[in-house]
């Protein structure tokens, strides 16, 4: 979706980086896949180019778990995983955080923080941090949430997105300069 934004413009990929304010070469990492959109990028080019950000970020995160998932697909023959637990939604509450969903699992399987962490294959430290608003959650976190714990990887992520959308917005909103008062 942001290689049809760009080639929409009609501009080169390092005038385009320039009119939403980002890199160049950080820009070029994320339009050949080896750097995600982050939500700061996602807003920027919203802002100019008139697209839905969240959409943008949510095909970013559908694509990679679709990446996670042929790999585990075509490494399947060599390993196995454990069947999920459950397969009930945990948090039913719609403007629930990805944060508080991850909270919600935690809290139904009535493992610590630490045991939960090791349940995914995960450091505890990682964990953690993403509890503590610190780190985002990975789509191979997800995914790994999502297989273990019955989660949806997509909504999880969507979760995550509109919140980072939510924080960049009133980032943007509070650091903007007041009017000048009436002369």
Not at 71 to 89: C, E, I, K, L
Not at 122 to 133: A, V
């Amino acid at each position: 979706m942001l290689l049809e934004v760009v080639a929409r413009s009609g501009l080169s990929q390092e005038d385009f980086a320039n009119s939403v304010g980002y890199p160049a070469a950080r820009f070029g990492r994320v339009l050949t896949g080896r750097t995600r959109i982050s939500p700061d990028l996602a807003h920027a080019v919203a802002q100019r180019y008139k697209i839905d950000p969240l959409d943008l970020l949510i095909r970013q995160n559908r694509t990679a778990l679709a990446t996670i998932a042929a790999d585990r697909d075509h490494n399947a023959f060599t390993t196995t995983s454990a069947p999920a637990v459950r397969r009930q939604p945990v948090c039913r509450d719609v403007d629930a955080s990805a944060i508080n969903v991850v909270r919600a699992v935690i809290t139904k399987t009535g493992l610590s923080n630490s045991r939960f962490a090791v349940t995914l294959g995960y450091d505890p430290t990682i964990i953690s941090k993403i509890l503590n608003g610190h780190q985002p959650i990975t789509p191979a976190l997800a995914d790994s949430i999502s297989r273990r714990y019955g989660i949806d990887a997509s909504d999880l992520l969507a979760r995550q997105a509109r919140w980072q959308l939510a924080a960049v917005a009133e980032r943007n909103t509070s650091t903007r300069p007041a009017a000048a008062p009436p002369g």
